[in-house]
């Protein structure tokens, strides 16, 4: 047996196996709190004494990087994820976000993982596996995950690290290691990522009049400013009364409806606000739509009222107002109007397209769309600069005749 006072000890004994050899070691009880006294900890099993001298030298080096050791060992990574989540201050529907990731694509494989043990090589096997079959959706169960979804999933995997280490149960994020877990790469996102769906303007023009005059769609003044502006449907929808301008044609975006919380709302995407000004027909609409939030009941037109609200004048939920545009298209596709399936957020797609192609200045698109960088606005309407390409050369070329 040896012992080292005050730095744990070594102790040898023996089983059916044979001779094996344990360290002890005394930690804090709460490492954030000096006067909670001390415990022993311990690791048995070595077959030799210098197999638990590095196993005694690796504690006392976590304990100086102030790292709980305990007998038991650290968390798993599921019970770790739990409290984690619960701790987190973020908006409600980031947090939605996260722990739809960590329930479908982080527990069921690695959250009987004790976070001490968890490895970089075991990240990369389980990427790869979420790569070949970790969609867990109903009708896709089983189908390979796009880059952009493993990546996520990465992304909240170093979060949950990065917040273990800070709690001093493990010392080293191995999600950062990269030449081992080999995360998807920005370029396997970006060639991954979809094409952006748009209708032309022809087609847009003829569904905003089947919906405004065949149809008589109560939404359509919604439909009409989104076209017209670019908004994202929760912002919209979080619109009052006095953020819209009618004398200035004018519509200031200040917040936006809370997808993972009903009737709530929430900053923006980018915590700002922004103006955007809006033509003289859009004017005219909401002008005459206003009116007639009034005429059925007069508080649905006073300033602090949601624009777009349901007829008791509370937010929509956008999810909501999502499944309502689908079957509005998928209607008038049945009456014979030849437009292509289009999403909401398609919507605002072809907002910013058509501009872009009409050879409007990224710039003025990024600000009426409300990205936080002009990059994202080139990067998302990559397919139209061939047509802006075009028109610049022409426009070169008409300069010089």
Same mark, same amino acid.
């Given at each position: 047996?040896?012992?080292?006072?005050?730095?744990?000890?070594?102790?040898?004994?023996?089983?059916?196996?044979?001779?094996?050899?344990?360290?002890?070691?005394?930690?804090?009880?709460?490492?954030?709190?000096?006067?909670?006294?001390?415990?022993?900890?311990?690791?048995?099993?070595?077959?030799?004494?210098?197999?638990?001298?590095?196993?005694?030298?690796?504690?006392?080096?976590?304990?100086?990087?102030?790292?709980?050791?305990?007998?038991?060992?650290?968390?798993?990574?599921?019970?770790?994820?739990?409290?984690?989540?619960?701790?987190?201050?973020?908006?409600?529907?980031?947090?939605?976000?996260?722990?739809?990731?960590?329930?479908?694509?982080?527990?069921?494989?690695?959250?009987?993982?004790?976070?001490?043990?968890?490895?970089?090589?075991?990240?990369?096997?389980?990427?790869?596996?979420?790569?070949?079959?970790?969609?867990?959706?109903?009708?896709?169960?089983?189908?390979?995950?796009?880059?952009?979804?493993?990546?996520?999933?990465?992304?909240?995997?170093?979060?949950?690290? #990065?917040?273990? !280490?800070?709690? =001093?149960? $493990? *010392? +080293?994020?191995? @999600?950062?290691?990269?030449?081992?877990?080999?995360?998807?790469?920005?370029?396997?996102?970006?060639?991954?990522?979809?094409?952006?769906?748009?209708?032309?303007?022809?087609?847009?023009?003829?569904?905003?009049?089947?919906?405004?005059?065949?149809?008589?769609?109560?939404?359509?003044?919604?439909?009409?400013?989104?076209?017209?502006?670019?908004?994202?449907?929760?912002?919209?929808?979080?619109?009052?009364?006095? #953020?819209?301008? !009618?004398?200035? =044609?004018? $519509? *200031? +975006?200040?917040? @936006?409806?809370?997808?993972?919380?009903?009737?709530?709302?929430?900053?923006?995407?980018?915590?700002?606000?922004?103006?955007?000004?809006?033509?003289?027909?859009?004017?005219?609409?909401?002008?005459?739509?206003?009116?007639?939030?009034?005429?059925?009941?007069?508080?649905?037109?006073?300033?602090?009222?949601?624009?777009?609200?349901?007829?008791?004048?509370?937010?929509?939920?956008?999810?909501?107002?999502?499944?309502?545009?689908?079957?509005?298209?998928?209607?008038?596709?049945?009456?014979?109007?030849?437009?292509?399936?289009?999403?909401?957020?398609?919507?605002?797609?072809?907002?910013?397209?058509?501009?872009?192609?009409?050879?409007?200045?990224?710039?003025?698109?990024?600000?009426?769309?409300?990205?936080?960088?002009?990059?994202?606005?080139?990067?998302?309407?990559?397919?139209?600069?061939?047509?802006?390409?075009?028109?610049?050369?022409?426009?070169?070329?008409?300069?010089?005749?």
């Amino acid at each position: 047996m040896t012992r080292r006072r005050g730095v744990g000890s070594i102790t040898r004994y023996r089983t059916t196996a044979g001779e094996r050899w344990r360290w002890q070691l005394r930690v804090p009880i709460d490492p954030e709190n000096a006067d909670a006294g001390t415990r022993q900890a311990g690791q048995a099993g070595y077959a030799t004494m210098k197999a638990a001298d590095a196993g005694l030298q690796d504690a006392r080096r976590k304990l100086r990087e102030h790292v709980r050791v305990t007998a038991a060992g650290a968390p798993t990574v599921g019970a770790f994820a739990a409290q984690w989540l619960d701790g987190l201050r973020l908006e409600a529907s980031t947090i939605q976000g996260y722990t739809r990731i960590v329930r479908n694509h982080v527990v069921p494989q690695l959250g009987a993982t004790r976070l001490d043990r968890l490895t970089s090589s075991r990240l990369s096997t389980h990427y790869r596996f979420l790569e070949r079959e970790g969609r867990r959706d109903g009708k896709h169960w089983g189908e390979p995950l796009s880059a952009n979804t493993v990546n996520k999933v990465h992304v909240v995997i170093g979060a949950l690290l #990065d917040a273990a !280490i800070e709690d =001093g149960l $493990i *010392s +080293v994020n191995v @999600a950062r290691k990269r030449r081992t877990v080999q995360a998807p790469t920005s370029k396997q996102v970006r060639t991954q990522r979809p094409e952006v769906a748009t209708w032309s303007a022809a087609e847009l023009a003829a569904f905003l009049a089947w919906d405004r005059d065949v149809y008589r769609d109560d939404l359509y003044s919604l439909w009409h400013a989104i076209a017209y502006t670019g908004m994202r449907r929760s912002e919209a929808l979080a619109l009052r009364w006095g #953020d819209v301008d !009618i004398v200035h =044609g004018r $519509i *200031s +975006v200040r917040r @936006a409806a809370d997808t993972a919380r009903a009737r709530e709302v929430k900053t923006t995407k980018t915590g700002g606000g922004r103006a955007i000004d809006i033509d003289p027909a859009t004017v005219a609409v909401l002008r005459a739509y206003k009116a007639l939030r009034g005429q059925v009941h007069l508080p649905h037109a006073h300033a602090d009222a949601f624009a777009f609200g349901n007829m008791s004048g509370e937010l929509r939920a956008p999810n909501e107002i999502s499944r309502r545009w689908v079957y509005r298209v998928a209607t008038a596709q049945r009456a014979g109007i030849d437009v292509p399936r289009l999403t909401l957020k398609g919507l605002r797609h072809t907002h910013a397209t058509l501009l872009l192609e009409a050879g409007t200045h990224a710039k003025v698109v990024q600000e009426r769309l409300g990205h936080a960088d002009i990059s994202t606005t080139m990067n998302i309407y990559s397919h139209v600069t061939p047509t802006m390409q075009r028109s610049a050369a022409d426009r070169f070329a008409e300069l010089l005749r």
